[in-house]
């Protein structure tokens, strides 16, 4: 059975530590979660919450923002569910990590970030709202029994 | 995040603390542009207080090493959290610019 704990914020910038603080509180001293992991989770979250309230909810007024987590033996879930305007990640640019600083975007590492921090990112939108759920594992092993084939 | 500005030599040292994200880097950002206005346009960025930086704390980086540059000097950064560090790389910005892991070797680094 896995352990669930939600954070419900509006989504003002001002709520960004209220996540990364819930994400501590609540993942730091499990098993196979280092420092490195917890600062991965952070930083997904951060980068995830950051762009629901600058993009999500841009133009409209600021709505909630809701982060489920859910505490599996071996792996972390993330969701974070907006009532905003949704997007298409598919259509999110890589940045071009490689480029020279004149030739290079400021921003557009949000995305990028998040799926350099946490092993899986999906996004969906339906009726209740835009989710995008994010999956760290916590040891090499993948192979949960809950995982589609490939 | 708290930021402290003080002047060594001729080098500007910008130091951090605390959590760098959408919310404070503005703050960073103006702290770091009033010094290149007033002409002081060499400026290590000291992060080994930060505990945490997101992709906005990085933005503001790549935005200050560009004004100081394009006004003839340059950005330096101190940083020993393993955590920023990582953000650093990820983004490829120890190509860019440099990254020491003291805020006095990044200071010293002006003069050689």
Redo the contacts between chains.
């Keep these: 059975m896995a352990n669930h704990h939600r954070i419900t914020r509006a989504a003002y910038?001002?709520s960004?530590?209220d996540f990364?603080e819930f994400i501590k509180e609540h993942c730091k001293d499990l098993p196979g979660v280092t420092?490195?992991i917890l600062?991965d989770l952070?930083?997904a979250v951060?980068?995830a919450c950051?762009n629901i309230?600058?993009h999500g909810y841009a133009d409209m007024s600021p709505g909630s923002v809701i982060l489920d987590l859910e505490l599996h033996p071996h792996k972390l879930t993330l969701s974070l569910t907006d009532f905003g305007h949704s997007f298409e990640p598919s259509n999110t640019p890589t940045?071009d990590?490689?480029?020279?600083?004149e030739e290079?975007e400021?921003?557009g590492?949000?995305l990028?970030?998040i799926s350099?921090s946490v092993d899986e990112v999906d996004y969906e939108v339906t009726e209740d709202g835009n989710t995008m759920r994010l999956t760290k594992y916590l040891t090499e092993e993948k192979n949960d029994e809950n995982r589609s084939p490939a | 995040m708290k930021t402290e500005v003080r002047h060594e030599s001729d080098v500007t040292v910008v130091t951090v603390d605390g959590s760098v994200d959408a919310l404070t880097a503005p703050d960073l950002a103006r702290a770091i542009i009033d010094e290149i206005a007033e002409g002081r346009v060499d400026l290590v960025v000291d992060l080994t207080g930060v505990e945490f930086m997101s992709s906005a704390g990085l933005r503001t980086l790549l935005g200050a090493v560009k004004e100081s540059r394009s006004h003839g000097g340059d950005l330096r950064i101190a940083s020993t959290n393993p955590g920023v560090d990582k953000v650093l790389k990820m983004s490829g910005f120890h190509t860019i610019a440099k990254v020491f892991t003291s805020h006095s070797d990044a200071v010293a680094s002006f003069g050689s």
């Design positions: 910038l001002e960004l530590s990364r420092d490195e600062y952070q930083l951060d980068e950051t309230i600058t940045p990590v490689s480029a020279s600083i290079r400021l921003g590492f949000g990028f970030f350099q």
